[in-house]
């Protein structure tokens, strides 16, 4: 079993920066693909970043240049940097680790940007 604990989060306004981290712990294996989607109200859960299971990092389109994702596998650990934030930003940001066969997700945290 697989469970993913998130931190970060919050309240800030237009242009600030927030950051999010997320601890995974279980049977994890090496080669699987951990990241970070967000759900705003009435829209579709949406990839925000990720590592893909050869290493590389993948980011939506809107984020790229103002988030960074980063990780420390000694930890079972992702972090997501999140500068020049937007009010369209605003989500439930839930972190995601994938399996071949599998999926999990965090319980998810609340990201809100004021205008």
């Known amino acids: 079993q697989v469970q993913l604990v998130e931190s970060g989060g919050g309240l800030v306004q237009a242009g600030g920066s927030l950051s999010l981290s997320c601890a995974a712990s279980?049977?994890?294996?090496?080669?699987?693909?951990m990241g970070w989607y967000r759900q705003a109200p009435g829209k579709e859960r949406e990839l925000v970043a990720d590592?893909?299971?050869?290493?590389?990092?993948n980011y939506a389109d809107s984020v790229k240049g103002r988030f960074t994702i980063s990780r420390d596998n000694a930890k079972n650990t992702v972090y997501l940097q999140m500068n020049s934030l937007k009010p369209e930003d605003t989500a439930v940001y839930y972190c995601?680790?994938?399996?071949?066969?599998?999926?999990?997700w965090g319980q998810g945290t609340q990201v809100t940007v004021s205008s």
């Open positions: 995601s680790l994938k399996f071949p066969g599998s999926a999990y």
């Open positions: 590592f893909t299971s050869g290493g590389t990092t």
């Open positions: 279980g049977s994890i294996f090496s080669r699987n693909r």
